[in-house]
C-alpha cells in the first residue's frame, strides 16, 4: 500500500466542502487502504481524504478497537455533551478544548457499498465528529474554546 504525505492547515482542500462518492469502485476501496496506512503511518486515530489532498467524502477511525471506515458519512442523531482535548494530524503541534456531543450515531458506506449504522460514544464520539467536520472544510481550531500549541 502507499503512504500519502499529510496536508497541512492552509491548504484550501482544508477549507472545501468534500465531493460525494458516487459509487464505490476498486479506487475508493484501494484509497481507503492507503489511508489506513497513512494514518497508522503517522500515529493518528483518525484520517479524513481532504488531510491528504483528496476531495472525497471518506474518513478512516481507529481509536485502538480496530479500523472503522466511512463513504459519504452523515451523523444522523447526537446527544449529551462533551468538553476534551484534541489535536489534528493536519495541525501538527496544537492541541484545542472542544465540546462535541457525547454520543452520536453515524451511517455511511461501507466498503461493500453496504449502508452501516454505527453508534459511537466518548474517544470513537469525538473522531467521528472531527473527521466528518473535516468533510465539510471545518477544523478543531474553528470549533475550539481554547488552544495551545507544542513547546
Not at 466511512?70 to 476534551?84: H, M, S, Y
Request: aromatic share 4%; charged share 30%.
Amino acid at each position: 500500500m502507499a503512504v500519502y504525505q499529510i496536508v497541512e492547515i492552509g491548504a484550501d482542500v482544508l477549507r472545501e466542502k468534500a465531493k460525494d462518492v458516487k459509487e464505490v469502485t476498486p479506487n475508493i476501496v484501494k484509497l481507503l487502504d492507503n489511508m489506513l496506512d497513512t494514518m497508522y503511518e503517522a500515529d493518528g486515530v483518525g484520517l479524513a481524504a481532504p488531510q491528504i489532498g483528496i476531495s472525497k467524502r471518506v474518513v478512516v477511525i481507529d481509536v485502538g478497537e480496530g479500523p472503522v471506515e466511512f463513504i459519504n458519512p452523515v451523523i444522523v442523531a447526537q446527544e449529551g455533551e462533551d468538553d476534551d482535548s484534541e489535536g489534528c494530524l493536519s495541525i501538527p503541534g496544537v492541541t484545542g478544548e472542544v465540546v462535541r456531543a457525547a454520543k452520536v450515531t453515524v451511517e455511511g458506506l461501507n466498503r461493500q457499498g453496504e449502508l452501516q449504522r454505527v453508534e459511537a460514544t466518548g474517544f470513537f464520539a469525538r473522531a467521528c465528529q472531527h473527521e466528518i467536520d473535516h468533510l465539510e472544510g471545518i477544523l478543531f481550531v474553528d470549533k475550539a474554546h481554547k488552544t495551545h500549541r507544542a513547546r
